[in-house]
Every structure is written in C-alpha cells, then in structure tokens.
C-alpha cells in the first residue's frame, strides 16, 4: 500500500530551515549548513504573497546571503561569487569581491611548482579593482568593502592608494584587525607612522604597540604591551604574550622568551599561533628534545598548519637533515606563499648546501613580502659576500643594520664588510658602534682590537684587547683569546709593566699555540726586572 505524502506547511518548514541553518553554521557543521542553505535557497520565492515587497526583497537577499556563505566557508569560492553577483546587501556585495580574490588566490597556490611564482598572477586582481573603485565612488563600499580594496591595491603595488583607503577603512570600521595588519605592512618608518591620520579607537593601540615591535622600538612595544596587560585587562591574553615574547627574543633575551612561550603553552596547550617563532628560539638554543617535543605536538594538532610546517623544518634543520627541511619550508609556502619565515628559513637551508642560486631567490621573496625582514636582508649580504661581491654584500648589510641600528651583530657584519673593503675609518665606526649598543656576541670588540693592531694604534688596541678578556667567561673557548693574551703580555712589557706582563704570559701558558712563546716572555719579564733592580741598587749606591 502506497503511503499518501503529506502537505507542508513551506513557512514552516522555511523557518525550520533558516534555524537549522544558523544552529549548523554555529557550530562549524559546514556540510550541513551548505545542504540547508540549497534547500531555503529553492524556497526564496514563498513569500511573493507578502504585501510588503521590502520584506520579500530583504528576505530573498538572505536567503540568497546564506547559500552563498555556505559555499564560501568551504571554499567553493567561484560558486559563491556566482550566487552574490547580483546581491544589493554590504556583506553579500563583500562575500562576492572576496570570493573573487580568493578563487584568483587559490587557482595561483594550485597551479604552483615547488618554488612559487610572481605574486600577482592573480588575472582577478585588475577586474576587481576596477569593479571596487566604482562601487566606492558611489558611496558603496562599507569598512569590510574598503578593506579588500585596499589589500587588491596593495598586491597591485598601488603603496600609497592602498594607505589611504586602509585608513578611511578603519575609520569606518575600526574593529576589523585584519585591516590594521594590513597598514602595518606598508608603514616603514615613524615618520609614516606618525603622519597617519588615525581614529582614537583602543584597537589604535594594539595597532601603535604592533607597529613599534615591526620598526625595532623594542623598549617602546614592551611598554606598550605592558600598558595593554596592566591598565586594559589584558592580562591574560595569548596574542599579547606572543608579542611580549617575541619582543625580549629581539632584546636577544632568549632565555626570558622560551619561558613566556612555555607558559603560553601551558595555559594554551593547542596553541599553534607564533609557534613559528619558538621553534627559531629552540632552535637557536640547540635543544634538540624540546624542539622534538614541539614539532610532534603540533603535527598531532595540525600537520597542514602553516607554523606545523616550519616548525618541523626547523628541527629537521637542526638534524642537519637539510633535504628535509626544505621540503617542510616548501609545503608552508604551498599552504600560503606570502609566508615570510618560511622563505628566510629556506634561504638559510640552501645556504647550509651552498646552493647560493637557491639562497638568493629565497631571500629576495622574503624581502618582496616584507621589506623589513632584516634576516633576509643579513642573508643576503652574506650570500654575496661568500660569491666574493664585496660591494652587493655592503649594500645588504647596510639595509640589514638600517633595520636594525641597534643590533650588534648588524652593525658588526657591515664593519666587516668595510674593512674588507679598505674602508678603515668606516669599519672602526662601525665596531665602535657595535661596543656601545651592546656587543652581545663579543665580536666587535675583537675585531675593533685587531683592526687598531694592524693600524699599529698600540694603545687602543690594547683597551680593546683588555675589555675583551675581562669578560673571559664568555670568552672561554674563543680562539681569539690566545692572540689577545700574547699581544697584551707584549705590550705591557713595552710599557715595562711587569706585573700586567706577567699576569697575561701566564694566560699565554694555557694554550698550546702560544705556550712556547709565553715561556719567552716570562724569561724576558724576569730578566728585565733583574735589570731595573739592577739599576736600583746602582742609583742606590751611588
């Protein structure tokens, strides 16, 4: 016996639908929402008999807004933007851009070889900017709207449009962080900064205290996060902390930043946000299980992730399994080309090959992507530095310390470079420098000494040569040493300083390069007081 269908009530069924719809989108079940958003979408029609066609024409449009979000969310991103194409409302007209931009997207990230290509092979980008800017100077586009036409500016290297409509953006919509972000990358100093005509929002500090870590006012962003922690309440938030760490890592503090990553971790155990960063600190400290431990934590929560991947490549780098490595680095930047550690980490693994071609293709995307990368910067005048162009390695190192100006290690390598280019008054600056902003790797002050010894400038280098011996715990297994206690012992003896001289000829005994020659010293040293007290007695008597 056939079963008779019964009647619907199709108001009725519609709204179970459209609560189904939000219930499902709440709690991430796409796949449902998707199939309940085609099953409103053929019911759009049943409320023609409405009198009030405002209503059926709203109605229709979200209707029309869920299907297309539906598609959206699993990247269905064409057939999104086919289904908004003739929608009137903000976030349906944004959905439809958007949908645009990442289908341009996602077809350039597909059809990627193991090294990926130009940026802007998005043959989308043209026709949205151009579709954007009318929709704009009809007064069209709200603060979500005004954001993507600033970032389809940027990647058409329109810098200074896209500056101005990010700014008229937050204006509008102030909330939107992703905005903010996307400023940030295109403000490279504090004169671009402070010229900003910004809202006095709060978000404006979160977006001041990001921009000072980005521009190397370390001092300043770990004021301003502490400000954010104390007086904001935000105490307790992981992005803060991340900042926090990130920077006293750049105050070369890597001790204090593992320890906040660890409690972060602690607090948040399926944190994957800046894990990049604490993989690079581990990996810094050569603490092989710790990196071990991370690396299997993150894949276990998500091996596709962006930081999963560089954080396995660092600890295959540190296997010295470079093959590896570079194949974890390639697959973040198949997840997201414009992902900027990934491609100064690769430049540093193809250097480790010596594959000089590979290193500088690597590092000069990371630059294409962030100009202020100073890692990149620094790899690259290493990089020609090792092809023996002195004058490309000076020009790297010089923007590497520009970034950097405070950074020992920056200001050391352009001193090198300097000196290697007979560039001595340059070089002596530069180590000096280095000195007095902290010479946390002990380098310049070694350099500094030698370069006065070689100028024959006796004291000086001998001031040099004494402040870096006097921090011999540091200094403990520097080859440097050596050379330093053998010049010392000379020197003093020169000035018939014998005590000194003979405080630093026992230093010489206790390395086998200059062992014989401190025995000399000491026979030197002995006979030369024989001799003053030999013409003490003499003055005495006579």
């Given at each position: 016996?056939?079963e008779?269908?019964?009647?619907f ?5 519609k709204?179970?639908i ?13 796949h ?5 958003a085609?099953m ?15 209503f059926?024409?709203q ?7 869920l299907l297309?979000?539906s ?7 064409d057939r999104?933007?086919?289904f ?22 996602k077809?350039k ?6 090294i ?5 092979k998005?043959?989308?980008l043209?026709l ?8 704009r100077?009809?007064?069209?586009l709200d603060?979500?709207g005004?954001y ?17 409509i ?10 939107h ?9 295109l403000?490279?100093?504090?004169e ?13 500090h979160?977006?001041?205290?990001h921009?000072?870590l980005e521009?190397?006012?370390?001092d300043e ?6 400000h ?6 935000f105490?307790k938030n ?9 920077a006293v890592?750049?105050k070369r503090?890597?001790?204090n930043?593992l320890a ?7 607090d948040?155990?399926?944190?994957l946000?800046?894990?990049d960063?604490y993989?690079?600190l ?11 431990h991370l ?6 929560i998500d091996?596709y992730r ?5 954080i ?7 296997r010295?399994?470079?093959?590896k490595?570079?194949?974890?680095f ?10 900027v ?10 250097m480790?090959?010596k594959?000089t ?9 990371a630059?294409?992507?962030?100009k202020r990368d ?13 092809l ?19 950074d020992s290690r920056?200001?050391t ?5 300097y000196e290697?280019?007979d560039?001595i008054p ?13 010479d ?7 350099r ?8 024959g ?5 001998a001031a040099?040569?004494?402040d870096?011996v006097?921090?011999?715990?540091r ?12 010049f ?8 018939n ?7 630093y000829?026992q230093?010489?005994?206790q390395?086998?390069?200059t062992?014989?020659e401190?025995?000399?010293f000491l026979?030197?040293?002995?006979q ?6 030999g ?8």
């Amino acid at each position: 016996m056939e079963e008779s269908v019964p009647k619907f009530d199709l108001k009725e069924v519609k709204s179970d639908i459209t609560r189904g719809i939000i219930e499902c989108s709440q709690r991430g079940l796409m796949h449902t929402t998707k199939w309940l958003a085609e099953m409103n979408y053929s019911l759009r029609n049943i409320n023609e008999t409405s009198p009030d066609m405002s209503f059926f024409e709203q109605s229709e449009n979200e209707d029309i807004y869920l299907l297309v979000k539906s598609y959206f969310d699993l990247k269905e991103y064409d057939r999104a933007a086919y289904f908004a194409k003739d929608c009137k409302t903000a976030k349906a007209r944004f959905l439809y851009f958007y949908s645009l931009y990442l289908s341009g997207e996602k077809k350039k990230i597909d059809n990627m070889t193991d090294i990926p290509p130009d940026f802007l092979k998005n043959n989308n980008l043209k026709l949205l900017c151009s579709e954007l800017r009318k929709e704009r100077t009809t007064g069209d586009l709200d603060g979500f709207g005004l954001y993507l036409f600033g970032v389809i500016l940027k990647k058409l290297q329109s810098t200074k449009e896209a500056i101005n409509i990010f700014i008229e953006s937050i204006h509008k919509q102030p909330i939107h962080w992703g905005t903010w972000l996307e400023l940030a990358s295109l403000i490279t100093d504090t004169e671009n900064l402070e010229a900003l005509m910004l809202p006095n929002h709060w978000m404006k500090h979160f977006f001041i205290a990001h921009m000072y870590l980005e521009l190397q006012l370390i001092d300043e962003a770990f004021a301003m996060y502490t400000h954010l922690q104390q007086s904001m309440g935000f105490v307790k938030n992981v992005y803060i902390k991340a900042q926090t760490a990130i920077a006293v890592h750049y105050k070369r503090d890597v001790d204090n930043a593992l320890a906040t990553f660890k409690q972060i971790l602690e607090d948040d155990p399926y944190c994957l946000d800046n894990m990049d960063t604490y993989s690079n600190l581990l990996y810094v400290k050569e603490l092989k299980n710790e990196l071990a431990h991370l690396a299997h934590q993150a894949t276990e929560i998500d091996k596709y992730r962006l930081e999963t991947c560089c954080i396995v490549g660092n600890y295959y780098s540190l296997r010295a399994d470079h093959h590896k490595a570079i194949m974890y680095f390639h697959r973040a930047l198949k997840l997201n080309p414009q992902y900027v550690s990934a491609w100064t980490l690769l430049g540093h693994e193809f250097m480790e090959m010596k594959n000089t071609n590979g290193a500088i293709h690597s590092y000069r995307q990371a630059i294409e992507v962030n100009k202020r990368d100073y890692r990149a910067w620094y790899g690259l005048g290493q990089t020609y530095e090792i092809l023996k162009m002195p004058f490309y390695g000076l020009y790297y190192y010089k923007q590497a310390q520009l970034l950097r100006p405070r950074d020992s290690r920056m200001v050391t390598a352009l001193g090198e470079a300097y000196e290697k280019q007979d560039r001595i008054p340059e070089a002596l600056k530069c180590y000096y420098k280095a000195c007095n902003v902290g010479d946390i790797e002990g380098m310049a002050l070694i350099r500094l000494a030698t370069l006065y010894e070689k100028l024959g400038q006796q004291d000086n280098a001998a001031a040099a040569y004494t402040d870096f011996v006097n921090d011999e715990f540091r200094n403990s297994e520097r080859a440097e040493l050596s050379n330093a206690y053998k010049f010392l012992t000379q020197y003093h003896i020169s000035q018939n300083e014998l005590d000194q001289a003979n405080h630093y000829a026992q230093k010489c005994l206790q390395y086998d390069e200059t062992k014989e020659e401190a025995k000399a010293f000491l026979r030197s040293i002995a006979q030369k007081r024989i001799t003053i007290e030999g013409n003490s007695m003499l003055v005495g008597i006579i």
